[in-house]
């Protein structure tokens, strides 16, 4: 069974930083695009970032310049490094992959259990 598991959230103040890392385990045999989605109460879930299995990212204008995303395909794990923090950024931060399993040779679509992140001013 696949799983997603997020670490790194937690309550910073403006300004600081925050570093979201996300590890996919199971039966799985490869790995597509890994993104990370935020939503704020009452407000639709939205893409931060997402990166493909050869580097190729796409970031929301809203945190460009600001936020990173990287993964290590090694480790089936994608990382999101948060700089600039500002209160408009406190959402619940999921993690998303495209994953082929031993129990579904085609790519399903899996999300983690989500990390808060909560920016004080």
């Known amino acids: 069974q696949v799983q997603l598991v997020e670490s790194g959230g937690g309550l910073v103040q403006a300004g600081g930083s925050l570093r979201l890392s996300c590890a996919a385990s199971g039966s799985i045999l490869s790995i597509d695009t890994m993104g990370w989605y935020r939503q704020a109460p009452e407000k639709q879930r939205e893409l931060v970032a997402a990166i493909t299995s050869g580097g190729r990212t796409v970031t929301a204008d809203s945190v460009k310049g600001r936020f990173t995303i990287s993964r290590d395909n090694a480790k089936g794990t994608v990382y999101l490094q948060a700089n600039n923090l500002k209160p408009e950024d406190t959402a619940a931060y999921y993690c998303?992959?495209?994953?082929?399993?031993?129990?579904?040779?085609?790519?399903?679509?899996?999300w983690g259990q989500g990390t808060q992140v909560t920016v004080s001013s």
């Open positions: 998303n992959a495209n994953i082929r399993s031993q129990s579904s040779y085609s790519f399903r679509n899996y």
